[in-house]
Each structure stands twice: as structure tokens, then as C-alpha cells.
């Protein structure tokens, strides 16, 4: 009786171990997930919101490059004389680098948005560190120009993508004001409504310039409202460009060049 009650006791203990591994391991895991939230990442954590210049907007666009659409988003920014940063995906990339490049030599900025474009349900840190260096990766190999910013797919920080951007030598960045421009609703005007909802001197705007994980046809309300959107800026006396020249936290801004040989 003795040795079956020293038995269960131990019994007991182990699985107290586990369980309490098993907490920290989701607790590292989704923590920093909450910085989702716009108010905790405004309270605690001002460059992930993407906070910078007072006198600057700085202007992103995810889940690129696609032929379809990307290229209208080109003209346009230079149409406007504005450059923006590109997160991009690097499936999509390896697929078009014809794209990354014009990007480059269109004197935007390209950043690392993801090797796929997937939510992290569970832990895994050493394929978070393996698609993000690889990403990282192709964009020096097709663009020719070294990536400094990391926004995860859908806006999810958990810990594994938190170390391995670190590990890649990337910044994490969110955003200040989104235009809502992924769904099947959305057209220039609600776009342009909830950019400006949030708008603030030193923001950082996210937008996509392709539905490959959106609404079909859903970037097409989101290029119809950058010309209104970029007028408001200029109207408020904000310049607009990419998180290169942001000065996002303690990154001086600095211009875009191209990596080195």
C-alpha cells in the first residue's frame, strides 16, 4: 500500500511538471501574440506599432509581389513620386523575380513577410527560424538589396517568429492604421475610412498589393483609394514613404541601397 500510494504521488508530480512545461512553452509561444491588439502594442511596444517621424507616414504592402496586380501599384507610387515598403512572400517572390527586382529598381523597399503565408497554430521554432532565414535569403539573392524589416503573416508575433527574426538579424514591425482591404466588401471608400481612422503623424499604414490570401479582386479597392489617401497625408503636411526612412524606434531612417557583393 505504501509503495502504491509513493506510486501515484510521484505519478502526481510528474504530470505537475508537465503541465507546468507545457504552460510555459504556450505561454512563450503566444505571448507576444497579444501585441495583435492595437492598444498593447501602443502601450508597450511603439516601434512594433510602427511608431516613427512625426512628419512622416510610412506606407507597406503585403503578401507580393503578384503580376497581376503589383505592377498597377508601381505605376501609381510613381505616378504620386512616393516609395513604399514591400513585405514579401517568398514563395511568391521565387515565383515572380522579375517583380522583387523592379521593386528594387523602382526605389522601394522590400522586407520579409514569410517563406508561406501561414498561422502558427502550434510551436515550432526551428521552422520559424528556417522559413524566415530563407526568406530573408531570397530577397538579398533576388533583389540584391539586404532586408531590415519583419512582419509575420496576419500579424501574429508569436515567440518562435520573434526569435527567429531576431536570429535573421530582421526588425519586427506591425502597423499603426489598416485599410481593412482583404475582404470581399471592401471598396475604395471603406478603405480610405479606416486608414484615416487611425491616421496619425509617425503611422505606419499596412495595405496589400495582392489577394493571393484575400478576397478576390480585393486589391483593386485598395489601389482605387491611394490617391485619396496619399492627398490626405499631404494635406495634414506629412510626407509618405517606406520604414527605411521612417526612423521607426531606435532605426535611424537611412536610405535604401542595394547590398553589397
Known sequence: MVKDIGSTGASHRA???????????????????????????RALAPSLDGRGRADHVALTFDDGPDPASTPHFLRLLDAHGVRATFFLVGTSLTRHPELGRTLVAAGHEVAV???????????????????????????????????????PPYGILTGGRLAAARRAGLRPVLWSAWGH?????????????????????????????????????????????????????????????????????????????????
Do not use: F, M, Q
Not at 186 to 214: E, F, I, M, P
Open 15 to 41: 504530470r505537475a511538471v508537465a503541465a507546468c512545461a507545457l504552460g510555459a512553452v504556450a505561454a512563450w509561444h503566444i505571448g507576444p501574440a497579444a501585441t495583435w491588439l492595437p492598444p498593447v502594442r
Open 181 to 261: 482591404d482583404w475582404t470581399g466588401d471592401a471598396d475604395a471608400r471603406s478603405v480610405g475610412a479606416s486608414v484615416l481612422k487611425d491616421l496619425r503623424a509617425g503611422a505606419t499604414v499596412l495595405l496589400h498589393d495582392a489577394d493571393n490570401w484575400s478576397a478576390p479582386g480585393a486589391w483593386r479597392a485598395t489601389l482605387e483609394a491611394l490617391p485619396g489617401l496619399l492627398a490626405a497625408c499631404r494635406e495634414r503636411g506629412l510626407s509618405v514613404g517606406p520604414l527605411a526612412e521612417h526612423g521607426v524606434g531606435d532605426v535611424r531612417a537611412r536610405p535604401i541601397r542595394p547590398a553589397g557583393p
Open 113 to 151: 513577410h514569410g517563406w508561406h503565408h501561414s498561422r502558427p497554430w502550434l510551436p515550432h521554432p526551428s521552422r520559424d527560424l528556417r522559413e524566415v532565414t530563407r526568406t530573408a535569403e531570397a530577397v538579398r539573392r533576388v533583389c540584391g538589396t539586404d532586408p531590415l524589416w519583419y512582419r
